[in-house]
């Protein structure tokens, strides 16, 4: 029953979080200055036209009620227009979401892979020529800003090598090859940083598990090292790398702005830049709720998570 | 921490300076090149260098030559006396925004962990929500409502690292409010403002502390990439972010102009996490405390 009740308070607070996102969303927009429908027709619209636009747009009414619209709207699961070119905002959206879900997933993938080796050996021989490389290396990863190292990827990979393209975008339907040139450099750019994030972290909390009594249990077993290493101690370890990746995931299928601006590719980052620059309201609300979404079902997924990893935390609450 | 014993210097031909010695050559480089970054910013005024808005038209885009050492960019403007000055921006905007957001998440960690309950509930929600917005939108936002300004990109950013500092306030909370001192002041019938600044803030503040230089990194990064995308410190005034931004066009043919720049940033964000690091590990801190 307590159980019932922490995930039910949980839940009451994860949508406050949505709610306040969304309002947020709503009143940050009209605090910026001009007329929205004049960004969206030119300086040279006609006096009618500004109007026509302001009715179909609902900005001739008073805030609350372009508030009730929204929300009515949004509840019935209509994110309303694009002001920019009439496209439903949920499709342009749902359009984009798949590129930004194709970068996360590509370059979680690559972290991950690189990262869980190397953070359990490290702690298995911490101290060691691997583990001391790591550590140095990852240093050097972690204090690369994103948008330095795209555009060095970009210099050296696209334009000394000419082996990817150094911007935009091949869609998975038209040809499997070109989709990955063009989407491989992106994925390496974000790679880069959350791998010495991943190794150093699991690293730590590997170094702390093997100090367990179960480990040397399974040791005088005469468990092979492998085994030990990724069936006994790597579970009870990966609480923190599952947070981390999580914020991280949550973090990306809103779309990495400055990797998605830098690479020219249609994301739903680059989607929430264009519309806040042609003051496209619904369309950077409906953007931003759709990443407070994203951020909630991801922080309640790794909330759900830890239960599954480590039983102890089920008993423990 | 372990005791550091003296150890015998090695026969390498040539003295070890001391302090290399004893802390490692990473470790002394890492301190060093923060050390003339922070005097580079302080002095740049006085050093004689070329004014970094000034356009030299018999150099443009030139390579390292004795007039500019490192060279010149698309404007002709001396890329050394940029990157000093840009140095300052950096330094400015990472250390008032770090002093702004540790101050408000301090406070209101601080509060949501001695109070619990209702309190709590609402700053930890309020906090989840600023980070479940976009912290772009809030930054071109603000930017747009307020202006592009020096102050207006240390309170964004310093606003986008409260939830940050939050966090870390309350769990420390968390954990010195239930000691007996806390407990012993209460008895003693001191108040709970007493109680949270005189017993549990003192506590609090080393661990929250030992993470600045990790978040001043994350900050000059942040401030890089805002200036990158065209939204921090408005121009001419140099800023290392927008450096590379503006060198971007040319990068195949004058790479120089985009690489200095970045690899001034790199090395200082690198020697401000090694610092960092160093710094944390001294008040032996669990990483796993965020």
């Known amino acids: 029953m307590a159980r019932l009740r922490g995930l039910a308070f949980k839940l009451l607070q994860l949508l406050a979080v949505l709610i306040i996102a969304g309002t947020a969303s709503f009143g940050v927009l009209r605090l910026l200055p001009g007329d929205p429908a004049v960004a969206l027709l030119g300086e040279n619209a006609t006096p009618e036209a500004v109007q026509a636009l302001h009715q179909q747009l609902l900005l001739d009414r008073p805030l609350p009620v372009q508030y009730y619209h929204w929300v009515v709207n949004v509840l019935q699961g209509d994110l309303g227009d694009s002001a920019r070119n009439g496209q439903p905002v949920l499709d342009a959206i749902l359009n984009r979401l798949p590129v930004s879900i194709e970068l996360m997933i590509l370059?979680?993938?690559?972290?991950?892979?690189?990262?869980?080796?190397?953070?359990v050996y490290g702690a298995y021989r911490a101290g060691g020529p691997v583990d001391r490389t790591t550590s140095v290396v990852a240093f050097g990863f972690i204090s690369i800003p994103d948008f330095v190292l795209g555009i060095v990827l970009i210099f050296v990979v696209a334009l000394k090598w000419g082996l990817a393209p150094a911007t935009g975008w091949v869609p998975l339907s038209e040809s499997l090859l070109g989709n990955l040139q063009s989407v491989i450099l992106p994925a390496v750019t974000l790679a880069i940083g959350q791998v010495a994030l991943y190794q150093r972290i699991l690293?730590?909390?590997?170094?702390?598990?093997?100090?367990?009594?179960?480990?040397?249990?399974?040791?005088?077993?005469?468990?092979?090292?492998?085994?030990?290493?990724?069936?006994?101690?790597?579970?009870?370890?990966?609480?923190?790398?599952?947070?981390?990746?999580?914020?991280?995931?949550?973090?990306?299928?809103?779309?990495?702005?400055?990797?998605?601006?830098?690479?020219?590719l249609p994301g739903v980052g680059?989607?929430?830049?264009?519309?806040?620059?042609?003051?496209?309201?619904?369309?950077?609300?409906?953007?931003?709720?759709?990443?407070?979404?994203?951020?909630?079902?991801?922080?309640?997924?790794?909330?759900?998570?830890?239960r599954v990893i480590d039983p102890r935390v089920r008993t423990a609450r | 921490m372990a005791v550091?014993?003296?150890?015998?210097?090695?026969?390498?031909?040539?003295?070890?300076?001391?302090?290399?010695?004893?802390h490692g050559f990473v470790y002394a480089f890492a301190l060093a090149w923060l050390v003339i970054v922070v005097a580079a910013a302080a002095l740049a005024d006085l050093l004689p260098l070329p004014d970094p808005t000034a356009q030299d038209y018999a150099y443009v885009r030139s390579g390292p030559s004795g007039a500019h050492w490192l060279g010149t960019d698309s404007l002709g403007r001396d890329i050394l006396s940029r990157i000093v000055h840009g140095a300052r921006v950096s330094l400015i905007v990472a250390a008032l925004a770090l002093l702004l957001g540790l101050t408000i998440g301090l406070v209101l960690g601080l509060i949501a962990g001695y109070f619990r309950g209702f309190v709590e509930t609402a700053i930890v929600t309020l906090a989840d929500s600023m980070l479940a917005f976009p912290a772009l939108v809030f930054l071109m936002v603000l930017t747009g409502v307020a202006g592009q300004s020096l102050t207006n990109v240390v309170v964004g950013l310093g606003v986008i690292y409260v939830p940050t500092f939050v966090r870390l306030a309350r769990a420390n909370t968390l954990v010195f409010a239930q000691r007996e001192f806390v407990l012993a002041a209460r008895a003693g019938g001191a108040r709970s403002g007493r109680i949270i600044r005189r017993d549990i803030l003192p506590n609090v503040a080393v661990p929250v502390f030992s993470y600045s230089f990790v978040i001043v990194a994350h900050l000059i990064v942040a401030e890089g990439t805002l200036s990158f995308l065209g939204l921090g410190i408005p121009p001419p005034r140099p800023s290392w972010g927008a450096m590379?931004?503006?060198?971007r066009q040319?990068?195949?043919?004058?790479?120089?102009?985009?690489?200095?720049?970045?690899?001034?940033?790199?090395?200082?964000?690198?020697?401000?996490?090694?610092?960092?690091?160093?710094?944390?590990?001294?008040?032996?801190?669990?990483?796993?405390?965020?």
């Open chain 1, 203 to 264: 690293r730590s909390d590997v170094i702390a598990t093997l100090q367990e009594d179960f480990i040397g249990l399974a040791r005088t077993k005469g468990l092979g090292t492998m085994y030990l290493l990724f069936r006994h101690a790597l579970r009870p370890s990966s609480v923190s790398l599952v947070t981390l990746a999580g914020v991280n995931i949550g973090r990306l299928i809103g779309g990495a702005v400055v990797v998605e601006v830098l690479f020219a």
């Open chain 2, 250 to 290: 040319d990068m195949a043919d004058y790479p120089h102009v985009v690489l200095l720049p970045a690899a001034v940033l790199f090395l200082t964000v690198l020697c401000m996490n090694i610092v960092g690091d160093r710094f944390r590990e001294r008040l032996d801190i669990r990483e796993s405390a965020v």
């Open chain 1, 270 to 306: 680059q989607l929430m830049v264009q519309s806040l620059s042609s003051r496209d309201y619904l369309m950077v609300q409906g953007v931003v709720l759709c990443i407070a979404v994203a951020y909630v079902v991801v922080n309640a997924a790794v909330d759900l998570l830890y």
């Open chain 2, 244 to 247: 590379i931004a503006e060198g």
């Open chain 1, 107 to 119: 370059a979680q993938v690559i972290a991950l892979l690189i990262a869980i080796p190397l953070g």
């Open chain 2, 4 to 22: 550091q014993t003296e150890v015998a210097a090695p026969r390498l031909g040539f003295r070890v300076p001391g302090f290399a010695r004893r």
